[in-house]
């Protein structure tokens, strides 16, 4: 499966974005998908997830409450709605997938990656 993630960019404290993910081909239902981001200077950090029934979601503490993972079959597309910006949350967006029924938090179990979209949040 190939990933494009878009939808970054620059937004103050307190704004909110909406991330996307466009997956190719016609077994996204089959991935579990996820969100990870790499601050600059920092390691790769895992930000929410959604297995691929969509029925289970899961946040990094620093995340929780103010951001929303979803995924739309229909278009192929997982979503990452981030409310309540901080300029903690800049960093380079990536979506991760991996063919399972449950998900890990842990980004080197992922087997594809987006090409990453970049967020900054100024104070």
């Known amino acids: 499966v190939q990933l494009q993630a878009s939808g970054g960019g620059l937004a103050q404290a307190g704004d909110s974005l909406r991330l996307s993910c466009a997956a190719s081909?016609?077994?996204?239902?089959?991935?579990?998908m996820a969100w990870f981001r790499q601050a600059p200077g920092k390691e790769r950090e895992f930000v929410a997830v959604?297995?691929?029934?969509?029925?289970?979601?899961d946040y990094s503490d620093s995340v929780k409450g103010r951001f929303t993972i979803s995924r739309d079959s229909a278009k192929n597309t997982v979503y990452l709605q981030m409310n309540s910006l901080k300029p903690e949350d800049t960093a380079v967006y990536y979506c991760?997938?991996?063919?399972?029924?449950?998900?890990?938090?842990?980004?080197?179990?992922?087997?594809?990656w987006g090409q990453g979209t970049e967020v900054t949040v100024s104070s």
């Open positions: 991760a997938a991996k063919s399972i029924t449950y998900y890990y938090s842990d980004s080197k179990y992922y087997d594809y």
């Open positions: 081909g016609r077994t996204f239902i089959r991935y579990t």
């Open positions: 959604v297995t691929r029934d969509g029925d289970t979601t």
